[in-house]
């Protein structure tokens, strides 16, 4: 049995849960879609759209800042992870090639 001293984090970077909107843009269509983040980490973002994306899709994301004084978080993202959640919406997890 482990305790928290012998805990050691398995992901490269930590995830910060957010709850803030994300503007999804698929650069081949130029169509915009919304969603719903859930977490964000210096390596991915995880949210909740509507659309599902297809694995290794390549999207711009837009999350806007909780703060107005903090300017959002653009990037283009790589879809690793699309799963139907039992609300007709989808969980997305993509790896953040570049921030803009």
């Known amino acids: 049995m482990s305790t928290d001293r012998e805990y050691e984090e398995k992901r490269d970077f930590i995830r910060m849960f957010v709850d803030a909107k994300v503007e999804i843009t698929d650069p081949e269509s130029g169509k915009r879609y919304e969603g719903d983040s859930i977490n964000l980490s210096a390596g991915g973002v995880a949210f909740v759209s509507s659309q599902p994306f297809d694995i290794d899709k390549t999207l711009d994301v837009k999350v806007s800042s909780v703060q107005s004084k903090l300017p959002p978080l653009s990037a283009e993202l790589v879809v690793i992870r699309c799963e139907k959640q039992s609300d007709d919406h ?8 570049n921030v803009s």
């Not at 989808?90 to 090639?97: D, H, K, L, T, V």
């Open 90 to 97: 989808y969980e997305i997890a993509g790896s953040i090639q």
